[in-house]
Each structure stands twice: as structure tokens, then as C-alpha cells.
T-cell receptor, first 116, second 111 residues
């Protein structure tokens, strides 16, 4: 199946700094990418949906200035957590789907962010 | 809004069958998925079923869908210790977007 690579797998950063997470589709063109966040013992929560070349659509309650999403190409989307705080510590997962009638959403391996 | 529910825990003995249940509320859901998450790893798509199907079988996995009751189940035959993980049920719309995930069921396989 298609492969989505997410990098880094884990990151520790200091409070107040920014962290960028990359999501790449390796063998298909991802016209749409999704960013999820998983809180401990809870399910995935969709944060935003991004389409290549346009602004991301954020879910209610997600601060777009806090979580910057850039989908600059058909194979790369980035999520930047700006001015990170300990409460931003979480597991972030991206998924991608192509432009054909294709229902599978391929997921990255996730990034565990710890803000200290 | 849409809601997907699952029981949070399930324990089975190695070699037995596991049945993980899921209920959803959105009757317009077109695709229903089962994902597996192993510790420290991302989600792995196990299987999915279209809403116009009742059953789908793939090796040790059997998915049953009762659209009338909005009930989805995943049966794992001959459960092995490597099957220990969290299993997420998810629904998506006609375009394969707007995923709504359940809380996940933690499957523990006892020797």
C-alpha cells in the first residue's frame, strides 16, 4: 500500500519554542492531508484538513495561529506548533489521500511531542 | 454531531477469537474502517467495508456490518499475542473524508 512518512517520530522541545512536523507521501500524490492529535486514553481528534495549494481548514477549537499548516506540494505537508507549551504535548498523526476515487487514508507513524 | 462508540477494553486468551464491537450514529457514513495501533506506532489500516456490504473477510479478520442497528464488529480468529494493540473503529463520508474515530478498544491477549 501507499506509504506516508512522518518526521520526526518523537521530539522534545523547550517551552516557548516552535516545532515543525513533516508529513510526506512517498509513492502517491496527496491532494488532501489531515492532521490529528491524540490525547492520552482518547481517540484521534481531527485538527485540520489541508488541500495542496490552499489554506487549511481548521476544526472548531483549534487555533490556526498556534498550529500552522502548510501544504506546499503534492507530497509534503507540515505542521508547526508555535510557541509550544507543556499542554501541547501529545501524539500528532498525519494522514494523506490521493486525488482519485480512493477511500483509504494512509497514516504516518505519528510524532510524539513532549514540551518541557 | 457524529459519534462512534466502542468498549475500551477486551481481554482474550491466546488462540481464542476476539470480537471488538463499534456503534456509530451517522447513517450517511459510507465507509467504515478498522485501524490497529501498536504501542508507540501510528495507525495501521486493517480493513474497511462499504456501507452496502454486510460482511467482509480477510484471512483471520471478519468484519460484520449491521447498517440498520449501525453496528460494526471486527472478529479476529485465533488471536495471538501480536494482536495485542488498540483497535480503532472509524467512519467516513462518501468522499472518504471527515473521519470520525471511536475511542479505541485495548485488546490484551493472555497466554
Amino acid at each position: 500500500g501507499a506509504v506516508v512518512s512522518q518526521h520526526p517520530s518523537w521530539v522534545i522541545c523547550k517551552s516557548g519554542t516552535s516545532v515543525k512536523i513533516e508529513c510526506r507521501s512517498l509513492d502517491f500524490q496527496a491532494t488532501t492531508m489531515f492532521w490529528y492529535r491524540q490525547f492520552p486514553k482518547q481517540s484521534l481528534m481531527l485538527m485540520a484538513t489541508s488541500n495542496e495549494g490552499s489554506k487549511a481548514t481548521y476544526e472548531q477549537g483549534v487555533e490556526k495561529d498556534k498550529f500552522l499548516i502548510n501544504h506546499a506540494s503534492l507530497t509534503l505537508s507540515t505542521l508547526t506548533v508555535t510557541s509550544a507549551h507543556p499542554e501541547d504535548s501529545s501524539f500528532y498523526i498525519c494522514s494523506a489521500r490521493g486525488d482519485r476515487e480512493h477511500t483509504e487514508a494512509f497514516f504516518g507513524q505519528g510524532t510524539r511531542l513532549t514540551v518541557v | 454531531g457524529e459519534d462512534v462508540e466502542q468498549s475500551l477494553f477486551l481481554s482474550v486468551r491466546e488462540g481464542d477469537s476476539s470480537v471488538i464491537n463499534c456503534t456509530y450514529t451517522d447513517s450517511s457514513s459510507t465507509y467504515l474502517y478498522w485501524y490497529k495501533q501498536e504501542p508507540g506506532a501510528g495507525l495501521q489500516l486493517l480493513t474497511y467495508i462499504f456501507s452496502n456490504m454486510d460482511m467482509k473477510q480477510d484471512q483471520r479478520l471478519t468484519v460484520l456490518l449491521n447498517k440498520k442497528d449501525k453496528h460494526l464488529s471486527l472478529r479476529i480468529a485465533d488471536t495471538q499475542t501480536g494482536d495485542s494493540a488498540i483497535y480503532f473503529c472509524a467512519e467516513a463520508d462518501n468522499y472518504g473524508q471527515n473521519f470520525v474515530f471511536g475511542p479505541g478498544t485495548r485488546l490484551s491477549v493472555l497466554p
